[in-house]
C-alpha cells in the first residue's frame, strides 16, 4: 500500500524558512514521481511543485521559483520542499501526493489532478506578517 505522510510544517514568522517531508512508504523513490500542492481556506487547490522520478526534472510555481526548493533523498525514500522567504500568502495546507506518471510537467496542478494515486494528510504552514 502506498502512504505518504507530510511533517514540518509549523507557524513562521515572514521571510523565515520551513522544510517540509513528504515520507513514502509501499514505493520507491525510482517508482513515483511526487508534486506538492497547497490550499489554503476560500482559494483553489494551487500546485507548488513536482519532482520527476524518470529524469529528476523539476518545476515550481511561479509564486514560489526562486523561493522554495524540491529535493529527494532516496535512501529515506523522502521528498523535501524548502521553503525560504516565507510570505504569509503561503500560508496554506501542504498537501504532497504520488503519481506513477513518472514525470512531471510545468502544469502541477493539473498534473497532480490527472495522475496522482496517493495523497498524504497534509501539514499546515502558517507565516505571520
Known amino acids: 500500500e502506498v502512504q505518504l505522510v507530510e511533517s514540518g510544517g509549523g507557524l513562521v514568522q515572514a521571510g523565515g524558512s520551513l522544510r517540509l517531508s513528504c515520507a513514502a512508504s509501499g514505493f520507491t523513490s525510482d517508482d513515483y514521481a511526487i508534486g506538492w500542492f497547497r490550499q489554503a481556506p476560500g482559494k483553489e487547490r494551487e500546485g507548488v511543485s513536482c519532482i520527476s522520478s524518470s529524469d529528476g526534472s523539476t518545476y515550481y510555481a511561479e509564486s514560489v521559483k526562486g523561493r522554495f526548493t524540491i529535493s529527494t533523498d532516496a535512501a529515506k525514500n523522502t521528498k523535501y520542499l524548502q521553503m525560504n522567504d516565507l510570505r504569509p500568502e503561503d500560508t496554506a495546507l501542504y498537501y504532497c501526493?504520488?503519481?506513477?506518471?513518472?514525470?512531471?510537467?510545468?502544469?502541477?496542478?493539473?498534473?497532480?489532478?490527472?495522475?496522482?494515486?496517493?495523497w498524504g494528510q497534509g501539514t499546515q504552514v502558517t507565516v505571520s506578517s
Open positions: 501526493a504520488a503519481s506513477p506518471a513518472k514525470t512531471c510537467t510545468a502544469q502541477i496542478r493539473l498534473w497532480v489532478l490527472l495522475t496522482s494515486t496517493s
